[in-house]
């Protein structure tokens, strides 16, 4: 699956300087923090997938 960020260019700097600073890529960088934002998102508002659908999710990503 491809996903593109539209990011303001303030926020593409600040992911860029983390990206440099961390040695990986500006991709990683932002694949990173848009993981981070959704658990912080998720554990504000208590959401889960729950496990069933955690472990589907974990080997689907095993077959690509």
Do not use: D, N, W
Not at 19 to 37: C, D, F, I, K, P
Not at 54 to 60: D, F, P, S, V, Y
């Amino acid at each position: 699956m491809t996903v593109t960020l539209h990011l303001k260019p303030e926020v593409e700097a600040g992911l860029l300087a983390r990206a440099e600073a961390s040695g990986m890529a500006l991709e990683e960088a932002a694949r990173a923090e848009a993981v981070r934002r959704m658990l912080e998102f998720g554990e504000k508002h208590r959401l889960t997938l729950g496990e069933p659908v955690t472990r589907k999710l974990l080997h689907e990503g095993h077959r690509h």
